[in-house]
């Protein structure tokens, strides 16, 4: 990797942390907590990992409509916050260009947790999954075309820069696997050091849930019936669940899609003047990586 490489791994790794930080305060405080506090409820408890992801509790009086909003509330304010980035930031600087991305990012982001959410029913997507019913999946659909929309101008925008930055898309290639690395361990990291029951089991998928209810139901009759039920058996009923219930893999797809509408708008992007990365953008990019986790680190043991 050369030295243009390197800087432009850290300065991607730097607005990742910093872009999925400050979407994690926008989405969990500003969107569910500010949505809940609108309709007259109160927050009781809110997590927030340092690098992953995170949830809040709250107390409310409200019928169906008003859970579904504060639901789709954390998602709605990427979208919005995306979206004025998107439209509002000018100029064909690199560290513009980057700025336009992050906002890019967050919609992506958006798409990805209410169409995958909505279509297996887990996180966010839970009420939506039930609410919705059938009409979940061209709602899935739809929002997932956007996200694909948005990762193509994205990446149309800003590869060209980026490829002007370090010579080639080899090179680009290289360092977003490092910056995405970076984050994927932190992200990881934290999950396993500090775990968390509820957020593992927010984040499960509707069809293990019915998996779980319906295996727990079976044992129940079994041993009504007097049937010894051995360690075996339960394999065996599990598979058997696991296989009635098997969902269409939906988020793989859409994973797919979104890698082709980058790499579309990788080739498209138009060629840009050769370019250097800046010290001064490295030290800006971490400076803004390092504040927003220092925030992220402050809100979480204060609202602990």
Not at 219 to 224: D, G, L, P, S
Request: charged content about 15%; glycine content about 12%.
């Amino acid at each position: 990797m050369t030295g243009a490489t390197v800087r432009l791994a850290a300065v991607l790794g730097c607005i990742a942390l910093a872009t999925s930080r400050l979407g994690l305060v926008a989405h969990e405080l500003g969107g569910h907590g500010g949505m809940a506090l609108l309709l007259g409820g109160e927050v009781t408890q809110v997590k927030l990992f340092w690098f992953a992801g995170g949830w809040i509790r709250y107390r409310i009086d409200t019928g169906e409509a008003g859970l579904l909003a504060i639901t789709v509330a954390g998602m709605a304010v990427e979208v919005v916050i995306g979206g004025i980035l998107w439209l509002t930031v000018r100029g064909g600087t690199l560290a513009a260009r980057l700025v336009r991305g992050a906002g890019g990012a967050l919609v992506i982001h958006a798409t990805w947790y209410f169409a995958t959410g909505a279509w297996h029913g887990y996180g966010d997507g839970t009420l939506l999954y039930r609410d919705l019913g059938d009409a979940r999946w061209p709602a899935a659909i739809g929002v997932a075309a956007v996200g694909c929309a948005v990762a193509y101008a994205a990446a149309r925008w800003l590869a060209g820069a980026v490829v002007a930055a370090v010579g080639s898309r080899g090179q680009v290639a290289a360092a977003v696997v490092c910056a995405a690395g970076l984050n994927v361990v932190l992200f990881v990291g934290e999950r396993v050091v500090r775990s968390d029951a509820v957020y593992a089991d927010t984040m499960r998928r509707e069809d293990e849930r019915v998996v779980e209810r319906e295996l727990r139901a079976w044992q129940a009759r079994e041993v009504a019936a007097g049937v010894a039920v051995d360690d075996g058996a339960v394999a065996v009923e599990q598979e058997r669940l696991e296989d009635d219930n098997r969902q269409f893999p939906f988020r793989w797809l859409f994973a797919a899609a979104l890698a082709v509408a980058l790499a579309t708008g990788v080739w498209r992007s138009p060629r840009e003047p050769a370019a250097d990365i800046q010290a001064q953008l490295v030290v800006r990019a971490a400076a803004l990586a390092v504040g927003s986790t220092a925030l992220v680190i402050a809100l979480a043991v204060a609202l602990a």
